[in-house]
């Protein structure tokens, strides 16, 4: 799971990006002047493409877009190799872990490190970013400060039937607030924090 967020966050950010005008082919092509041997080294039967074949895709037309973002995926996923991880260890899961070739990861870090830079890292990400922990913060705060009060009946039950230490109990609470969607946890914050928002019949 860690290698498939890797590789999503790397390309289906840099679609993202792309069709957001937060990346365009200037910025891509500065940016591999010097780093085109990295698509060479990952060439194979299934992989041809050069750093320029891939801008030419990328900053074209939409499909022609999706297809090379398939494509780079595609690299990724059939290059995946088992590694040993602890070599102590008889159990598969704990002795292996999955990873990619030096020559596909160093090209993965590379598209990652243009996302991180042109997006992540962008002002109006890093304010989003930090509003929405702010806004998870302060729903915890709330629930944490009187939880049997607040809380749902579901999740108030799981709380009384924890075990008494605080760090058991905090527990359901950040359950409670990790499974929240967006949509429901801006929802919750308006209806506690915003005076004009909520009423005893709305229904999150």
Not at 50 to 59: G, M, Q, R
Not at 127 to 135: A, I, R, S, T, V
Not at 166 to 171: I, Q
């Amino acid at each position: 799971m860690d290698l498939a967020d890797e590789i999503s966050y790397s390309l289906h950010d840099l679609e993202d990006a792309i069709s957001l005008r937060m990346i365009d082919k200037s910025m891509w092509m500065d940016y591999f002047s010097d780093k085109s041997h990295l698509f060479e080294a990952c060439q194979r039967s299934s992989f041809d493409l050069t750093a320029e074949d891939v801008a030419d895709k990328l900053f074209g037309r939409s499909y022609l877009r999706k297809e090379c973002i398939g494509t780079l995926v595609h690299l990724m996923i059939t290059s995946v190799t088992l590694q040993v991880q602890h070599p102590d260890f008889k159990c598969g899961m704990l002795r292996y872990k999955v990873a990619l070739p030096a020559e596909v990861e160093a090209l993965r870090e590379a598209i990652f490190s243009l996302v991180e830079d042109k997006v992540i890292r962008h002002e109006n990400v890093q304010l989003l970013e930090f509003k929405g922990q702010k806004l998870i913060v302060e729903l915890f705060n709330v629930l944490a400060s009187d939880p049997t009060r607040f809380l749902p009946a579901e999740t108030c039950k799981k709380y009384r039937e924890a075990e008494k230490a605080d760090d058991k109990k905090m527990r359901v609470i950040s359950d409670y607030v990790s499974g929240m969607t967006d949509e429901y946890a801006t929802r919750m914050y308006e209806k506690i924090f915003v005076p004009r928002k909520g009423s005893i019949f709305d229904r999150l």
